[in-house]
């Protein structure tokens, strides 16, 4: 019973910036991990990156983004933040964002319904 929004996607030009907004609802207290995946045309969706949601905030990147993406979040406002730097065409795809609950070996993904992002010039 996680409610995931989605925003801040858009248009941006090669080298540009863009900061993505996830906001969270519900039974926030049962999120282990939140994190961001994006899928572009014809291919599979693929992870970003992730946060988790306790106390301490261990983050994890995938190597196509390392360097240019840093995954942060506000307690306050149950809200998590994907900060985009130096942008690439081929960042471009929807991005979704997740919340994993449940236990290690029974987990339980909820989604968002996604934001576009397009680099181009």
């Known amino acids: 019973q996680v409610q995931l929004v989605e925003s801040g996607g858009g248009l941006v030009q090669p080298g540009g910036s863009l900061r993505l907004s996830c906001a969270a609802s519900?039974?926030?207290?049962?999120?282990?991990?939140m994190a961001w995946y994006r899928q572009a045309p014809e291919k599979q969706r693929e992870f970003v990156a992730s946060i988790t949601a306790g106390g301490t905030s261990t983050t994890r990147y995938a190597d196509s983004v390392k360097g240019r993406i840093t995954i942060s979040r506000d307690n306050a406002k149950n809200t998590v933040y994907l900060q985009m730097s130096n942008l690439k065409s081929e960042d471009t795809a929807v991005y979704y964002c997740n919340a994993e609950t449940g236990t290690y070996y029974v987990p339980y993904d909820y989604w968002g319904q996604g934001t576009q992002v397009t680099v181009s010039s």
């Open positions: 519900g039974s926030i207290i049962i999120i282990n991990t």
